[in-house]
């Protein structure tokens, strides 16, 4: 694998400064971060509503502690006003931005922008009421933008705000749009993520209707097996995560603690299916191809991809096959891994805390493993970084996938280093 990376681009890179994450594993991104590279799991039997009558009776329930810090932070009327979706990606765009360290007090807040992805499924949730006093505030706790406006007035931020929902991708699609607009010089910095909290009663019951949810209740922990032979679907699970992004000369300028460079991403519509992945995983390719031509970067220096990886058998064997297609031989030296094993699928939140992790892989060259691979495939033949973390110390690029139902697809590319610096 090649040390150095340069390119011709235009555009300059985007830091990475901030983070802040909340799923099944903590409520802080150092605590799902340990976690995880510890290879533990947040999959557990349902407990916050019964689901004795769901073929699926596991998922990935947020900690008890999320709620306590919940009640900490939430007044009783913001709680009425609003979803958890909501209070989940203000506590995690709190920890973000003082991970950034920023001076909030000197940022010129015209020119701050919130982008935040969610399926918008969980905004009007059957288990998220508000209680008493609740139903006067219906209209605006149950908007989807009010996810980025209220990350808006907790900051004061007057830049662009807005709602990006792509399903699965929604998250990744955020935080392209908010790198977009850094890159086209229409703000310095940005809060972007994703978020859902999807595990309910009525969201299990009608996914298991598509067939694609694991039904291992017996062993929750051993549930999600991406790549795995004996993979046989995914769970539901809640979280977001929010990072801040900032321009080149923003970061630089302040001396910023930076994670990563995004130096590119790619998007596009399979225009296939709501539910099924283009076969062969024809459109999985053509957005890794877009993303690593728009970074401008050989793809020979790329030495992990942070894999959508969802465990069923048809996205685990079409994702492999794409990333073949794309690097060929370099495929093999490749470090491929999913966060999913350990936590779950969170829709909206999936891509941005993947994203993250991935950042996080670069700062710290350590890799994140899968979990629960005991029985390889012999169709699905790369590294997946079985059961254990891997460190590293030449790894200079990094992929993020994120595939979503409907064929939204987004791939984001990030650097251990500003390129051409």
């Known amino acids: 694998m090649s040390s150095s990376i340069s390119r011709t681009c235009k555009y300059k890179p985007v830091a990475v400064t901030g983070i802040g994450m909340i799923c099944p594993l903590g409520i802080s991104t150092d605590e799902c971060w340990e976690k995880m590279l510890e290879g533990k799991s947040g999959i557990r039997t349902i407990t916050k509503f019964d689901a004795s009558e769901c073929a699926t009776r596991i998922g990935g329930q947020l900690p008890d502690e999320y709620f306590a810090l919940e009640k900490k932070t939430t007044s009783k009327r913001m709680f009425k006003q609003t979803v958890r979706s909501t ?22 807040h015209n020119r701050a922008a919130v982008i935040i992805g969610t399926s918008g499924s969980s905004v009007r949730s059957p288990d998220d009421l508000g209680g008493k006093g609740s139903e006067r505030f219906k209209i605006i706790r149950e908007m989807t933008n009010a996810i980025p406006a209220w990350v808006s007035l907790d900051h004061g931020f007057k830049g662009t705000s807005y709602t990006v929902s792509a399903a699965c991708s929604s998250g990744s699609y955020a935080i392209a749009q908010a790198c977009d607009m ?27 209707f598509m067939k694609v949810l694991s039904e291992r209740n017996d062993e929750p922990e051993k549930a999600m097996r991406p790549f795995d032979k004996t993979r046989e679907g995914w769970v539901v699970s809640d979280g977001g995560c929010v990072v801040v992004l900032e321009s080149y000369d923003h970061a630089i300028k302040r001396n910023a603690k930076v994670y990563a460079w995004v130096a590119g991403h790619g998007a596009l519509s399979e225009s296939y299916s709501l539910y099924a992945p283009a076969p062969y995983g024809e459109g999985m390719e053509q957005t890794m191809e877009i993303a690593i031509e728009d970074a401008r970067i050989p793809k020979d220096t790329i030495g ?38 350990m936590i779950g699928h969170s829709f909206g939140g999936a891509g941005a805390i993947e994203f993250a992790v991935t950042a996080l892989g670069l700062k ?45 697809n987004c791939v984001l590319v990030l650097t251990r280093s500003p390129l051409g610096k």
């Open 87 to 108: 209070r989940i990606t203000r506590l995690c765009a709190r920890e973000a931005l003082a991970d950034s360290a920023m001076d909030l007090d000197s940022v010129d």
């Open 182 to 208: 850094i890159r086209w010089g229409t703000a310095d910095f940005a809060v972007a993520g994703g978020v859902d909290t999807l595990l309910t009663k009525n969201t299990t019951v009608r996914v298991n």
């Open 304 to 341: 992990y991809v942070n894999a959508n990886g969802t465990s069923t058998l048809v996205n685990d064997l079409c994702e492999t096959s794409a990333i073949k297609k794309v690097f060929g031989r370099h495929a093999y030296d490749l470090l491929v891994s999913s966060q999913k094993s």
């Open 364 to 408: 710290n060259q350590k890799i994140t493993p899968t979990i629960n691979y005991e029985f390889p495939d012999p169709d699905c033949d790369l590294n997946y970084v079985p059961n254990s973390m891997v460190e590293t110390v030449n790894l200079e690029a990094a992929i993020s996938n994120s595939f979503g139902f409907g064929g939204h």
